[in-house]
């Protein structure tokens, strides 16, 4: 089956870039996209299609995908952000999440 | 805007089957994709599965014998039944809304999710 891969923990300091990785067999050939999962909250959507923002979601998040890896990174990263943060891509119409990033801003 | 709410009964014992429902305003179940993801506490994300076309469904090959999901038009609703829980089914249990379909799509938005917790 396929798999998502994502560090378990990233830590940034505040105003810093934080990037969070996410690897998999082929990703770039697939579209991914990111949630954003702070304590007792339900996910939000932060990034869809690789790169794309919803609308609502800050300019400081942002979204890449290319080879084997997608990439979250958050730039001028602030006290807010600090969360839990997903990658999902489908495969074979299936849905892959990985297994999450705890982000600390310290 | 689509709004999700989740309902059910909070406390399952084990060898029987969990029923949860998702109510869904601002939008209607007869379009679009509607999911089930669970996420036991302290752990990540896992997608169960999905409905589509008002009948069609696509299931977590890992899941998929012990899974049914189910949508009613009539009441904008659509249901999961999982089969046969045990302590490792203990999860908290949202709905969401993909609106672009396999390959491409991505979940938005979740409902709030309800714990789901598997006891005798």
């Known amino acids: 089956s396929y798999e998502l891969t994502q560090p378990p923990s990233v830590s940034v300091s505040p105003g810093q870039t934080a990037s969070i990785t996410c690897s998999g067999d082929?990703?770039?050939?697939?579209?991914a996209c990111w949630y954003q999962q702070k304590p007792g909250q339900s996910p939000v959507l932060v990034i869809y299609?690789?790169?794309k923002r919803p609308s609502g979601i800050p300019e400081r998040f942002s979204g890449s995908n290319s080879g084997n890896t997608a990439t979250l990174t958050i730039s001028g990263t602030q006290a807010m952000d600090e969360a839990d943060y997903y990658c999902?891509?489908?495969?074979?119409?299936?849905?892959?999440f990985g297994g999450g990033t705890k982000l600390t801003v310290l | 805007q689509v709004q999700l709410q989740e309902s059910g009964p909070g406390l399952v014992k084990p060898s029987e089957t969990l029923s949860l429902t998702c109510t869904v305003s601002?939008?209607?179940?007869?379009?679009?994709?509607w999911s089930w993801i669970r996420q036991p506490p302290g752990k990540g994300l896992e997608w169960i599965g999905y409905?589509?076309?008002?009948?069609?469904?696509n299931y977590n090959p890992s899941l998929k014998s012990r899974v049914t999901i189910s949508v009613d038009t009539t009441k904008n609703q659509f249901s999961l039944k999982l089969s046969a829980v045990t302590a490792a089914d203990t999860a908290v249990y949202y709905c969401?809304?993909?609106?672009?379909?396999?390959?491409?799509?991505?979940?938005?938005?979740w409902g709030q999710g309800t714990l789901v917790t598997v006891s005798s």
């Open positions: 969401a809304s993909n609106r672009v379909g396999p390959s491409r799509g991505w979940f938005d938005p």
């Open positions: 601002g939008g209607s179940t007869s379009s679009y994709y």
């Open positions: 409905i589509y076309n008002s009948g069609s469904t």
């Open positions: 082929r990703l770039g050939g697939k579209y």
């Open positions: 299609q690789n790169n």
């Open positions: 999902q891509a489908w495969d074979s119409s299936t849905v892959v």
